[in-house]
């Protein structure tokens, strides 16, 4: 988006803010990450499914190439926009054969990759509960060539499970929804592009803020709202996600609330 330089320094100036980070596909990462450095962005997480420039392409839909998200990890680097995170959906039949070698390539660059299992987040990407590749299976794969071991997490509600290298060359994260769900220890909110509160990523529709702002609502208020609106939150998709699958639910899309 043009001028999300100027939306990041608005972020970065609110009081209370203690992170400020952005996932992004990385491919104008390069041109952009100093920009947004001196902005006030902290770090960066980046969505790479593969090294393969076939395999990535057929992924990401739009045929972008390896390198040139490559190029914007290293310049995220140079600037100090970091941790740099690497966000890697697994997909049976399709990326998983790679995993390693993405794996092996990141590994002992201080870049944290964290692998995702295949979700049914919307309603257009034609998922199945096949295409899952178990993040015990992948653990499995990775742990025989390059032996891991648990770390504990950063903090209550982290959705990814960490581990790291034996030999001391970093750490790497699963993010399982699907075959160990965590809903109960869920903390996280998304305020959507038309300015609606979501409670989970696989919800159908979530509460205005938009209007009432618009309308003058004092901090009071909203912080009302939004409390309101947390309270009474009963989302666990994840945990009934297979009696869910047939079902006509319609879930907001990725691109109006984020990862």
């Known amino acids: 988006r043009s001028g999300m330089e100027k939306l990041i320094a608005m972020l970065a100036a609110i ?5 400020l980070t952005l996932t992004t596909n990385g491919y104008l990462l390069a041109s952009k990450a100093k920009a947004l450095k001196e902005a006030g962005l902290e770090r960066v997480t980046v969505s790479l499914d593969s090294l393969d420039d076939e395999v990535f392409g057929q992924m990401n839909g739009r045929g972008f190439d390896v390198k040139k998200v490559l ?11 970091y941790p740099i ?52 299976e992948v653990l499995q794969w990775i742990n025989a060539e390059m032996p891991l071991e648990p770390v504990d997490k950063n903090y209550l509600g982290e959705v990814a499970d960490r581990y790291k290298y034996l030999d001391g060359s970093g750490e790497i994260g699963f ?3 699907v075959t160990e769900a965590f809903c109960s220890d869920c903390t996280r909110a998304r ?9 989970c990523l696989f919800a159908g529709d979530g509460r205005d803020l938009r209007g009432p702002m618009r309308a003058m609502a004092s901090d009071a208020d909203l912080k009302a709202l939004i409390t309101d609106v947390w309270g009474q939150r009963t989302d666990r998709y994840s945990e009934i996600r297979e009696s869910m699958t047939d079902s006509s639910q319609r ?3 990725m691109y109006q609330i984020g990862g």
């Open 15 to 19: 009081e209370g803010i203690e992170d």
């Open 71 to 81: 190029n914007g990890i290293e310049k995220a680097r140079e600037v100090g926009l």
């Open 85 to 136: 995170k690497v966000n890697t959906v697994v997909q049976r039949g399709v990326n998983e054969h790679t995993v390693v070698d993405l794996l092996r390539y990141f590994k002992g660059t201080g870049v944290i990759v964290r692998l995702i299992e295949y979700m049914d987040v919307g309603n257009i990407n034609g998922w199945k509960l096949d295409q899952v590749v178990p993040s015990a």
């Open 175 to 177: 993010i399982s929804s």
């Open 191 to 199: 305020l959507s592009t038309d300015g609606k509160l979501y409670t």
């Open 251 to 253: 879930k907001v899309e």
